[in-house]
Each structure stands twice: as structure tokens, then as C-alpha cells.
């Protein structure tokens, strides 16, 4: 199985603030990775999907990147609403696997 | 595109539920689907997948307890849970997979519909 390795596991950032998180893949997964946001009671919402590309609806201030088997998250200038937590997943290959998650705090 | 869940409660160790995906607003029968859960305050996982043709695959964790099927004249995907143990206590959440009309999979999920697994 692929292991997605994700880091941190929760950060605090201030408005305005720039903010990476990362997952790592233990196997080549290609671009096949999708970011998604969950805000508290309510369902996952795609941000970025296959590494780079964002998805429908989302603020410009995120993105994807990927170098080697690193990909990353950044948001580019943290607004309070991005308070939430962050998933990433792959999806090259069965099972299907999440990172375990990081908690987004706004100080 | 909507999706909606049901079929969700508190159930004792050992017995079984089956969950409901009521599908709306695009053509349900060309699309593969996923059932992903979630545990309390844990982060989430993938538990099955079946495509278009009714191909599936499995987690390990739900291997021969779970069984995903769909009827594409109701436009309604289910999950059949058998054998229920207290670690499959989560929110269970249906998504749509990639299709040909859509970019890339998991772009729309149902609300979640919490299972409970105890005595």
C-alpha cells in the first residue's frame, strides 16, 4: 500500500501569514494527489487535484506544487475562513490512500 | 449534483446495516463511486469503490464484511455492512469518481451518515 506521510499535523498561523503543508508519498503516485479541505460538521471539499490544479470555486491564494515524491499545499496569504483541516489523497493506485490529516489554527 | 446518504444508527457488535446513496443531477450510471469514512476526531479513510460496470475493490479493513453495489435505475449506490465491529464506528460518506464529464474524482460527496458501533 501507499503511505501518505503528512505534515504537520496541526499548525497555528496568523491572518495574512504563508502556509505549506506537505505530504509525502512512499511510492510513485505521479500527479494523481487531490487536497482537500474539511471545516468542523461538514463534508471534504476539493482544492487542488492532480498536484497542481485548483479546484472549481476556490481562492487563488492556493496551491499545489510537487517536487519529487513531495507534494505541498500553500495557501499565500491566510484568510480567517481557511481555518480547518487539510487532507491529502491519492488516488493512483487501490487502495486509495489519505494523509492523516493537518489541523489548521488561525493565532 | 447532489448525493445524500442514509441509513445510518446505533447498532450492537456482530450485526449489520446497510447504508443508501440517493444520487441526483447528473448521470449516475457513467460515474464509479467511493465510500470513504471517517472515525471521531480521526482523519479519513477509503473503504470501497465500485465502477460504472459494478467492478469493485476493498480496504483491507472491510474485506469480505462489506459489500458495495449500486442500482442505476434507482440512481442510488449502497454499502452492506456485515459483521460490525466497534473500529467501524465513523461518519460514512459517499463521493463521486471521475467520469467523463469531470475532471477528477472525488468532486462531490454526500452530507455523512454516522454509523455507531456498540453494545
Known amino acids: 500500500d501507499i503511505q501518505m506521510t503528512q505534515s504537520p499535523s496541526s499548525m497555528s498561523a496568523s491572518l495574512g501569514d504563508r502556509v505549506t503543508i506537505t505530504c509525502q508519498a512512499s511510492?510513485?503516485?505521479?500527479?494523481?494527489l487531490i487536497w482537500f479541505q474539511q471545516k468542523p460538521g461538514k463534508s471534504p471539499r476539493p482544492m487542488i487535484y492532480?498536484?497542481?490544479n485548483l479546484a472549481n470555486g476556490v481562492p487563488s491564494r492556493f496551491s499545489g506544487s510537487r517536487s519529487g515524491s513531495d507534494y505541498s499545499l500553500t495557501i499565500s496569504s491566510l484568510e480567517s475562513e481557511d481555518m480547518a483541516d487539510y487532507h491529502c489523497?491519492?488516488?493512483?493506485?487501490?487502495?486509495?490512500?489519505f494523509g492523516s490529516g493537518t489541523k489548521l489554527e488561525i493565532k | 449534483v447532489q448525493l445524500v446518504e442514509s441509513g445510518g444508527g446505533l447498532v450492537q457488535p456482530g450485526k449489520s446495516l446497510k447504508l443508501s446513496c440517493s444520487a441526483s443531477?447528473?448521470?449516475?450510471?457513467?460515474?464509479?463511486m467511493h465510500w470513504i469514512r471517517q472515525a471521531p476526531g480521526k482523519g479519513l479513510d477509503w473503504v470501497a469503490y465500485?465502477?460504472?460496470?459494478?467492478?469493485?475493490v476493498y480496504a483491507d479493513a472491510v474485506k469480505g464484511r462489506f459489500t458495495i453495489s449500486r442500482d442505476n435505475a434507482k440512481n442510488t449506490l449502497y454499502l452492506q455492512l456485515n459483521s460490525l465491529k466497534s473500529e467501524d464506528t465513523a461518519i460514512y460518506y459517499c463521493?463521486?469518481?471521475?467520469?467523463?464529464?469531470?475532471?477528477?474524482?472525488?468532486?462531490?460527496w454526500g452530507q455523512g451518515v454516522m454509523v455507531t458501533v456498540s453494545s
Open positions: 511510492q510513485d503516485i505521479g500527479n494523481n
Open positions: 443531477g447528473f448521470t449516475f450510471s457513467s460515474y464509479g
Open positions: 492532480y498536484a497542481t
Open positions: 465500485i465502477s460504472s460496470s459494478s467492478g469493485t
Open positions: 489523497l491519492q488516488y493512483k493506485q487501490y487502495p486509495l490512500t
Open positions: 463521493a463521486r469518481s471521475l467520469g467523463i464529464y469531470n475532471n477528477y474524482p472525488f468532486d462531490y
